[in-house]
């Protein structure tokens, strides 16, 4: 190997390391940012789309950021019950799918593999919803048609993926 292929070889090993989330949680849209505290506010009519998973929600200034807990023993089961959330149009669905689950998912995930694919237009109810806000800078949103939930963090995630 001559000093072309040499310097190939550690231009591929450097853009590689750099493109490497590691254990830099920050970075990862999976992860433990850390545990929900006491609920502060519960805000309703909330809009957001969620169409790729990687869409920040902005609210008072202050951004929220989708990811998929890896600690959700440490998470409220059902957020809205918790909230004390008894009649609001989120409560279609009274199932607590965090993103990552199901076939809202499976689809997600389908959407990140085709770049090139089209974002299909909200359906009533979906791109408006219920926000749980935590200490700790979490919350919980789930769409009032309960196609769409998730969780939240106000660290800043980059996301390895581009829709």
Do not use: K
């Not at 490497?20 to 929900?36: K, L, N, T, V, Y």
């Not at 998912?105 to 770049?115: F, Q, T, Y």
């Amino acid at each position: 190997m001559g000093i072309r292929g040499i310097l190939v070889s550690a231009v591929v090993v450097a853009v590689l390391a750099g493109c490497s989330a590691g254990d830099d949680a920050s970075r990862d849209e999976h992860g433990d940012h850390g545990s929900p505290g006491a609920v502060i506010d519960v805000r309703e009519a909330v809009e957001y789309y969620p169409a790729c998973g990687d869409e920040s929600l902005t609210i008072d200034g202050v951004a929220w950021y989708p990811y998929q807990p890896t600690n959700l023993a440490d998470f409220p089961d059902d957020p809205l019950e918790d909230a004390g959330v008894t009649e609001a149009a989120a409560l279609v669905d009274p199932v607590y799918l965090p993103i990552g689950a199901g076939t809202v998912a499976a689809a997600a995930s389908a959407a990140r593999a085709v770049a090139a694919a089209s974002i299909a237009p909200p359906d009533p109810g979906d791109d408006i919803g219920t926000m749980v806000i935590y200490e700790g800078d979490f919350a919980y949103w789930v769409s009032d048609s309960g196609v769409s939930d998730g969780w939240l963090t106000t660290d800043v995630i980059d996301y390895d993926w581009i829709c």
